[in-house]
């Protein structure tokens, strides 16, 4: 899959806010120091815009590039100039993937698992929590950073300043994936809950019982929305005060080919369907009777992770060839590769600059590259 040019790029803006060489061929790749020690979501939402410099004056482009030798670009190969950039490298199984206004944070899925942070840009990694029993989301907000361990059905949090992790709730039923809003952390568990718990600590509440395997789930203010990707496979929602005794979730689209990743604006919900190779987009109040999902992408991949814009819809295309592609919101168009030849690119994340994946491998990365 080739590398297609996106139009309007702005390649000293990019280059002041990466600090990357313009040189083609491989640059100098960050050491993540981390190797021993995983939302979007694929599921976790990131709309905070990236602090950067600002545009760089052509005046000073020469020191700028003397300055950028040692920076952590990882290659120059994009159309425009602008760098993809490896923010950690020897990840094994790089899960989890979130981003705030300074920060990118991200678990490692295994066993012995951990929670990280790297500046966006890249610069040095800091380890948030170490031997996590299989983390495989997070989300930060405000001063806090959350995440899930499948492996001890334990919910954590630590403060994004320093200091030690410290449990927020157990639950039973090995939590899958979560997101997090300014009250609640919201989880996903194989045993088909879903579930909220105060940030601060506390009980969980049973917001929907008797999903077929929920996973990627998102919030906004009005709901929870998450996928059931067995069975009568589905996209869903419900209050986040929980289904209304004697009631049921809100299914927004019924029949889906295994719905995944998830993410939404301020109308839509959009997912990727493992099963159908596809992406798609449906109103939040859920298709109208008769109707169906529209299809923004066909002939994918294993799309993972999904997440959007104000004018774009970015996804993850998990296996071969893998890419970071791009397609237009509600009204479709043709999917372009944005990244390409990824070896197993998975959870993403963007912000009002950037767009952030995951390689989801043995050896694999946290990655960035300018949109």
Known sequence: MTIVPRKGAATFAVLAATGCSSSSGPGSVRDSGVIDVTVSDGGEDADSSAATDGPLEVSNLDGARDAQEEGPCD????????????????????????VDSQFVYWTLGQADGGVFQVPIGGGPITTIASGQATPLSVAAISDMVYWANSGDGTVMRAPLDGGPPSLVVTVTGTPQYSAVDSTSVYLTTATGFVLSAPTGGGPPTVLASKQQQPG??????????????????????????GVPDGGAPLVIAANENGPYGIALDATHVYWTAIGSGSVRVAPKTGVPDGGAPTLLATGQSTPAGVAVDSTSVYFT????????????????????????????????????????????SANGSVMQAAK
């Open 216 to 241: 990627s789930i998102v919030v906004d203010d009005a709901g929870v929305y998450w996928t059931n990707y067995a069975g009568s496979a589905s996209v869903v929602s419900a209050p986040k005060s």
């Open 75 to 98: 290659r120059t190969d994009l159309p425009d100039g602008s760098c993809i950039i490896t923010l950690a490298s020897g990840q094994s199984a790089p899960a989890g993937l979130a």
């Open 317 to 360: 295309s998990e296996i071969g060839a893998g890419a970071v592609l791009v397609g237009l919101l509600v009204d479709g168009g043709t999917p372009v590769a944005l990244v390409s030849n990824q070896a197993y690119a998975s959870g993403i994340a963007v912000d009002g600059t950037n767009v952030y994946w995951t390689d989801y």
